[in-house]
């Protein structure tokens, strides 16, 4: 084959065969295809578009192009869940922990923040001492012990992945919705997962703004995965507003843990246990009519009892977290310098902006501008009003957890942008928009 | 400026600014941006295509990528011509002598050949000592001694080009009308003519095999030229068989010389005058109305009295050529084995398909599959029979001329597939499909 003609047949809108794709994604993670030629070759994926075929290829040849994990020696079957990333999505805190409590065990590599959202790990090494490193024995080791694990990549999963993003980074070819898909797909398949639920944000603090929109995305990566035999769920879920309170590593960190003790935020509890019902359902692989339901009230009961927080901290203590921050989240890292931002004006509250939220943060230090920027696990935003709330002029909207004058005062003029004030009440705000499946045929 | 900000631009069909395109080919000629960004904004162009301001805009920046030929010291208003290559196309040979002889000078630069079609420079090298590098002191004293030069390029004109059809080649985004017309026409510009008379081919033996293709380039062409402020005429001509009889290098400059003594093919000849005749009437700026009429009847008899024959032969004095080569074209490199193709039907020719010819030419070695091929002067084809010719079963259709029995082999194969032959007689051939000059605004 001669990557000319695989550029050339994609450029003129033909269906690349799964060999081609192989061989083009084959010969580009082995450095044998310059990335002046990924490079055509991705505009020309850009601008033509896939098939659901060639996207599964394409998703299934980078999944294979590194190491694959295989659980099966502790995990009969596993369930993963990915978030497209949110503004205050501690959701995995409290989720995993909770599905482990209910005897589904689960094995879930995260990764790190890059640009507003922060990223699960970094979240998790506010805990003094938590190890985010683990090596494939421990892995197997914790999930055997405890039934739960939450760290970082082990060995090189989907490295093809890696290279492709970083050339999209560079060529004008990130937003295109095969090209997300497989990058996404690609890292879940190659972690093991036999059912996967994602959890595919829209809005202003999300990657996508229109629903339509995510649901194309959504449908994609859950034929993608039903293409390679995993279960699949997605849910299209609201990020205009952050989803709870913290946005924030230590804050969100804490915020969790009020969670697993049953004292949160109603929007992130919905959140957690449809996103958890889901899980449990297809690790217990129920097909039964009322599987979700009963799946959700399961996991509310050991939210209330305690049970999920016990595993949580069970979870910290056996990759080398400090529990003390556990058992008392106020001894989590805490910011020197505390804004407040009160409400110009009265009324309901109709818009919290997420975007300007999470650039708040961003600015403060809690995220990533680039790979390489250090995270200040202490700084962040809590926002105290969500949309539908009344508030009177002068009521506190946001307290601003900031370590440095300067950042303060930035995050100040964003957040004071961010809520947009009615006299009328707003129609609620859906949470979800819509949850997929595998299509007819997928 | 930022790179992937006009990658994206283009990638969303917006027009890019004449800062933005400038900016972008100045940044890739000097290496400051890299190949992959330059490949995705390459197939973004050839999948949005550019508009008429945006084509001349790319052309321009590539022409003033580099050095640019100023002739005025020693042409008033000069006068080029470009054909974009076809089988048997020795009309530079034939016309630029009688045009010289008309009085008006000529400055040509051509180049070599890539793939079926042979270049000038090779033709010309199959008369011994015949120089084609000049310097550019040469140049300007060869026109003003003889009003003509036909050489090499000098300087660097246009890099830009130069680069970016390298990578055209291996990322796909070779055929892209904008793409075609802006590498053409930036290296016309850069040589320094006023007025340029384009021969686009069209047919089995040239790039484009549609009509409608062709008129389409030549119009863009056209309209780059005449937007930079040069006179401009495109041709489109027919390139389904052969021009003339001879194809490859020694075989094509005797059968120029005998045409230039009045001794050709008919088809060779319309084509030179026709070629011819614009180029005088542009280079004399007149615009009467029966301007091309006169110029032809002047051209042909410049031929018929021999006065262009002495001026190919005052050319190739005055650049080292052995005129005892041009005197006797029998003295030319000749090969040393001759093979036969009868015909094996007879009827009337109803198509000799140049492709066919062209690679039967290059196999024999009078052509470069790469740029750094030999080429060998002496091999080639000779056409005997015509479309619209009458044959007989066993009439001889072509002589091979080679210097090795397994091309002469296959050359015979694909020669004996060449031509069509039907008991009716055909309609005639057309030479030119159309004459194209500056669309109203451009």
């Keep these: 084959m001669r990557a000319t003609d695989i550029i050339e047949k994609k450029r003129d809108g033909d269906e690349l065969t799964t060999e081609e794709i192989r061989w083009f994604v084959t010969g580009y993670t082995r450095d044998e295809i310059p990335d002046y030629q990924a490079a055509a070759w991705l505009m020309a994926v850009y601008l033509r578009g896939m098939s659901r075929r060639e996207t599964l290829d394409l998703t299934t040849a980078m999944a294979e192009s590194g190491d694959q994990l295989d659980l099966s020696p502790v995990i009969d079957y596993a369930v993963d869940k990915h978030s497209t ?115 595919v944000k829209v809005g202003m603090g999300a990657f996508m703004q229109r629903v339509e929109d995510a649901r194309v995305l959504a449908q994609i990566m859950v034929d993608i995965g039903a293409g390679a035999g995993r279960e699949m769920v997605a849910l299209i879920s609201d990020m205009n507003q952050p989803l709870g309170h913290a946005v924030g590593n230590a804050l969100e960190v804490r915020e969790a843990i009020n969670m697993l003790r049953g004292d949160g935020p109603a929007d992130l509890r919905d959140h957690c246990l449809a996103v958890g019902g889901h899980m449990l359902r297809l690790g217990r692989r129920d097909t039964g009519s009322r599987a979700l339901e009963d799946a959700m009230a399961e996991l509310e009961a050991l939210m209330d009892s305690g049970e999920g927080f016990y595993k949580f901290r069970e979870m910290v203590q056996s990759q080398g977290g400090n529990v003390a921050m556990v058992d008392d989240p106020g001894k989590l890292p805490r910011a020197g310098l505390m804004g407040e931002v009160p409400a110009a004006e009265g009324g309901y509250v109709t818009q919290i902006n997420a975007l300007l939220v999470a650039q708040a943060a961003l600015e403060l230090g809690a995220g990533r501008a680039q790979k390489t920027d250090p995270v200040d696990p202490a700084v962040g935003v809590v926002v105290h009003r969500k949309v539908g709330d009344q508030v009177a002029v002068g009521d506190i909207m946001f307290t601003i957890h900031a370590n440095d004058e300067h950042s303060l005062g930035r995050a100040r003029e964003r957040l004071a942008r961010a809520p947009v004030f009615r006299s009328r009440e707003p129609e609620p705000m859906p949470m979800f928009y819509d949850t997929i499946t595998a299509s007819v045929g997928g």
Excluded at 97 to 104: D, F, H, R, W
């Design 85 to 199: 990333g949110g503004v205050g999505d501690k959701v995995s805190l409290v989720v995993l922990p909770l599905v482990a409590a209910a005897g589904v065990p689960v094995a879930k590599m995260s990764g790190r923040g890059l640009g507003f959202s922060g990223g699960t790990l970094d979240k998790l090494e506010s805990i003094a001492g938590y190890r985010v490193q683990l090596s494939e024995d421990e892995i197997m080791q914790q999930v055997r012990a405890h039934g739960i694990v939450l760290c970082g990549q082990t060995r090189q999963l989907a490295p093809a992945d890696a290279k492709i993003y970083a050339l999209r980074d560079v060529t004008g070819t990130v937003p295109s919705l095969p090209l997300i898909a497989s990058s996404i797909m690609s890292k879940k398949l190659a972690a093991g997962a036999n059912a996967i639920v994602l959890d």
